[in-house]
């Protein structure tokens, strides 16, 4: 069955007439299209793409299933566009993201609606809930994403030394992995030196790596809209006692939450097992274990103790866990990885032994 088909199913069941999708990655997912700034309605009477001019040679060759609308031709108004294909379609009950339109959106679209009696109805993870497990095709993309993503690692390392800022070595990979077919980097790069590392989410900048420093590199591919995302840290000359320790302690963690990844394991299941391991530094763990990554670099589901769903093969999912100490800094080690049938398969296959950089 097709992701229209199974789309149409589940409006149906909802007593919706159509559906109108504004997210980027559940266009994308649904139709095909490459860019931004298109919109969907689907109904059981057609299949619409509404963008603008700058975009509808493109949307054309890309979208076949699709009949192209200019809202342009519609008074410069998408309300009037929408207007047009509900009519067009027979659609009385049109669904709506709820999460991804904006109040004064809402309000335009509904004005324009009510007045042929049209009723917009709010929808909540109803593309997402499709998006969940991956095609062998998805699965393929997301591959092909970790394999460009480990080659460019492999290629920064020789530059990590003393004296290197931050800020070029952020710019060496992300360039390393455009050169080796990227289709764009995958999400905002983190690479962080020295106490740095203690934040999750820091931002490099013109710090120069210092000898001693843990370098903390987080970072993904994307390749035909499917992202990689994967974290290593290494250390720049001698590594002190505490440096080894912390270090171990997380590839301890992660092989521990890798071993309690798989098909019917419950999101909350990893984080339990890991808590064990590193229970001497659990004041300086972090909960938020993993996350599901395709067309959204955080998708469901996600792994800790707040987790809610049940992992299924084809989910694709990240296992980071990390220790992070405020002053002294922090070490993450992350995989993407893909649930199968019968267990699991990592996709990122940079080395994960401690590396001493000279």
């Not at 109040?103 to 109803?126: A, H, M, R, V």
């Not at 001497?280 to 998708?299: N, Q």
């Not at 103790?305 to 694709?316: F, S």
Request: net charge negative; glycine share 8%; charged share 30%.
């Amino acid at each position: 069955m097709s992701k229209v088909d199974r789309l149409l199913e589940i409006i149906e069941k909802k007593d919706l007439d159509g559906i109108y999708i504004t997210k980027e990655a559940n266009v994308k997912y649904m139709s095909g299209y490459p860019d931004e700034l298109a919109y969907l309605v689907i109904s059981p009477e057609g299949r619409y793409l509404i963008t603008d001019t700058r975009f509808t040679e493109m949307a054309e060759k890309a979208c076949p299933d699709f009949e192209i609308v200019n809202w342009h031709n519609f008074n410069r108004s998408i309300p009037e566009a929408l207007r047009n294909i509900c009519k067009k379609a027979g659609i009385r009950k049109l669904g709506f993201e709820e999460c991804f339109t904006t109040y004064d959106k809402y309000e335009s679209i509904q004005k324009k609606l009510g007045e042929e009696q049209i009723e917009l109805i709010p929808t909540c993870d109803i593309v997402e809930a499709l998006r969940y497990t991956k095609s062998q095709e998805e699965v393929e993309n997301t591959r092909i994403a970790c394999q460009i993503a480990d080659k460019a690692l492999e290629e920064l390392v020789p530059y990590i030394k003393p004296g290197v800022s931050e800020r070029e070595l952020c710019a060496r990979l992300e360039f390393s992995m455009k050169m080796h077919g990227a289709q764009d980097i995958g999400f905002e790069t983190i690479l962080i030196s020295g106490a740095k590392t203690s934040m999750l989410h820091g931002k490099p900048d013109d710090k120069k790596v210092e000898e001693g420093d843990f370098v903390l590199v987080d970072y993904g591919a994307k390749y035909n809209g499917y992202i990689s995302d994967t974290t290593r840290t290494f250390v720049v000359g001698q590594p002190s006692e505490k440096q080894r320790q912390i270090y171990d302690l997380v590839k301890e963690g992660q092989e521990t939450g890798l071993r309690f990844m798989g098909p019917g394991v419950h999101a909350t299941k990893p984080d339990e097992e890991i808590r064990k391991t590193v229970k001497e530094y659990e004041e300086y763990y972090y909960a938020g274990i993993g996350h599901g990554v395709g067309l959204d670099l955080h998708e469901e589901p996600f792994l800790g103790n707040y987790g809610t769903r049940i992992m299924e093969p084809g989910c694709v999912i990240t296992m980071e866990p990390g220790i992070y100490i405020p002053g002294w800094g922090g070490v993450r080690i992350e995989d993407t990885v893909l649930i199968t049938e019968t267990g699991t398969e990592i996709l990122t296959h940079f080395p994960k032994e401690l590396m001493i950089l000279k």
